[in-house]
């Protein structure tokens, strides 16, 4: 029965051309979204589950009265907790290098070059994470002077030629040098590891850095009062982590800890990428799992329009089937052989698409992989999941797609289905609700997509941002402020440079800055202010006019005097619109310039103060004249490699820095995107599959209208109605879910767009008109026809 079944379906398939491609098509295109979202949330679900111990692993995380976590804190608690936590079978600290003062570079063939991923660590971090070590052995911190392990790509970027274990490898640190050990190479860490590291020292190398830059901070790091270690925690297999974690406020009992407030719980190795977002002073590669969770809900929105395109075929195909299936019936054959044959025909449809959609999917992935943030890479250590999820996929949505046709025909009463009766309305209702549960999807992805292009433009074009044109970002590092005075005044002559300045802001747009707390006289609450460390021509060189008085005086440092610039909304907040020449937070106030944002749109502009301090330095910027890009990037080269010798040249573009800002909505838009224009085009083959299939049952209908005289318009009105109907209808509540879910996404701004009425309007109007152009293409064939010969149609 099973070989008959598979013989007949192939027939079936085969002898209906033009339906199969449409069908085809149609699975095509919603296997391959979907199989491409979810390898993403595959790949995002990972995340350190690479590990052998990864269930046992647990990081320390620090919480304070504020409720503000971090992973960091400090290098004492190891000592403090050690052989007392139960269950505890190791503990590793790590400095992350955002915490190591300086910049890293290794000499490498006798060029120092910058070092990417360097971390100070417990020799016992080898044995948590089960690093495999290629060459050497762990365990040598006490045997050898500043040992350094290094992983197996950094080695062959470096020193090509080869490396010899205990060699002594020279590192620059501001112009020291330090040499350090060879201890090992090891395997690098799975492309799913959230911890980046190429090289890895121990922690006594990080107190010399300290020792010799940072002599207070030294200290600070050898008491409770530091927050820059990390601390991974390997728990037995059993151990209660809630039980465990009550019991360190007693373990901490006479350090001084319990007095501040901060409260110490653990998390999950597995949950830190994808559960860290609200953390600050966290080095670790983290994830959005709200984008996770979308991009799932998108496949499975994609994969039920595809199946609903086939199964809004197979039903109004299946009344051409009619006779067949009484025929079959009057012979004898069982409701549940009928139901069988129908289903296999659908899954065995379902499974042609699936290597064309595996092909597709190859073909695309390079592009989609090239995204920032962003990959698609089908991991071989993943590879089974995928088979397994692909494979049940396609059967899952061959059977949900043949379904309701298997059930229906198999129904059928077999007199009814001999005289080749359609479908009553009644019959029809399900099929309806499939092309309003269609258009609805359609419908909704195209207004958030509207919005949510709308709300990205609005972060690249508004009244509040800097002028993002031709300007240069170049960062520097203490003690390169001593030198920089030289290197401006080589600025002041290079052909093509507008104007310069400086800040203490490591980047624009800017992801981190101080703010303090200020109560000024006549407040009992206190105020944030953000602090802004600026050169004078700051606010030119960003193109942003002073509103009242004037730029810095660059003598007032030689007069022991402090001067500032506020902003707009520091003068409203703390009322000071005419107090130009007094003193906020114990600075002059020379200026008041307008609202600008130093951040992305998801944060409120706060008060701010932009205190004169060349000092402080550590980003030149350069304003420059469009079109004189390269030449004016050629002389800086020059004029730096003349003031730092020993450092190499960087630099970045503002424009490229707010894109990088605003990536994870970038790619959300164009996500978003892709998936309405898969939308329309399952949706469209659809529409125009089940035209065609109403066209050709209504050809001598239509031919009769025109002999008595109804016009053309007329009965193009008529073939369109229904399916207008189906339109309002999925507007009806496209509109309320759309404009809910993009409230939600909206809320992650401040400064946003309004879900507009016109963008819905918009979007309302262009889906109607698809819908229409669909019909009125085959409406239009059919009245082409010759009545005379339609009459003849059977």
Known sequence: MLRNALVTSYRTIVNNKTYTIINLIGLVLGLTASFILLVYAINETSYDRCFSKAGLIYRIIFTDTKASSSPCGNSMLKATLAGKLPGCVSIARIVHESNIPGKMKINAGGVLKETSNF?????????????????????????????????????KRYFPGGLSLYRVIEFSNSHRLYHLTLAGIFADLPWNSTLKADFIAGLGFQEQLLGDFMPDRLELFRSFNDFSVESLCEFSPGTDIKAVTMMIPKLMAGTGWNEKGVRVSFQPLRDIYLQSADFWNDFHLTGNRLSVYTYSWLAIFILLLAGINYAILSTARSALRFKEIGIRKVLGALKYELRLQILIESVLLTFMAFPLALFVMGLIDPRITGMPDYTITMYASNLPKYIVLFAGITLLIGILSG??????????????????????????????????????????????????????????????????????????????????????????????????SGTSLFQLPANTSITVKTRMEGYNDMISVEIVYIDRNFFSALGIPIEMGRDFDT???????????????????????????????GANIVGIVKNFNLHTLHDRILPTEYIFNPFAVNTVIVHYRQGAEQNVIRDIRKAWEGTFPNKPFSYSFYRQKLRSAYQKENNFVIAVAIFTILAFIITGMGLFGLALLISERKTKETAIRKLFGASNVQIIMRMQKEFLIYTGIATAFAIPASWVLMELWLKEFYYRVGVSIWVMLLSVITVTLFVSAILLVRTVKVLRANPINALKYE
Do not use: H
């Open 119 to 155: 971390i100070c660590a417990d020799p016992e971090l080898l044995n948590i994470l089960d690093i495999r070590l290629i060459r050497g052995k762990a365990g040598l911190n006490g045997q050898i002077r500043n040992p350094v392990y290094i992983s197996e790509s950094a080695a």
């Open 403 to 500: 379904l309701y046709v298997a059930i229906y025909l198999a129904g059928l009463n077999p007199i009814n289905a001999l005289k080749a009766r359609f479908f009553s309305p009644k019959k029809f209702s399900l099929s309806k609700v499939f092309i309003g549960f269609q258009l609805f999807i359609t419908l909704s992805l195209l207004i958030c997509m509207i919005t949510i292009y709308s709300q990205i433009r609005l972060c690249y074009v508004n009244n509040l941002s800097i002028s993002r044109s031709g300007i240069m970002l170049i960062p520097v590092q203490p003690p390169d402020y001593n030198t920089y005075s030289l290197l401006k005044s080589k600025l002041e002559k290079t052909v093509g440079v507008l104007s310069y």
């Open 555 to 585: 003598a007032s440092i030689n007069r022991n005097e402090i001067e500032c610039t506020l902003n707009e909304e520091a003068t409203r907040v703390f009322k000071l619109q005419n107090r130009l020449g007094g003193i906020f937070n």
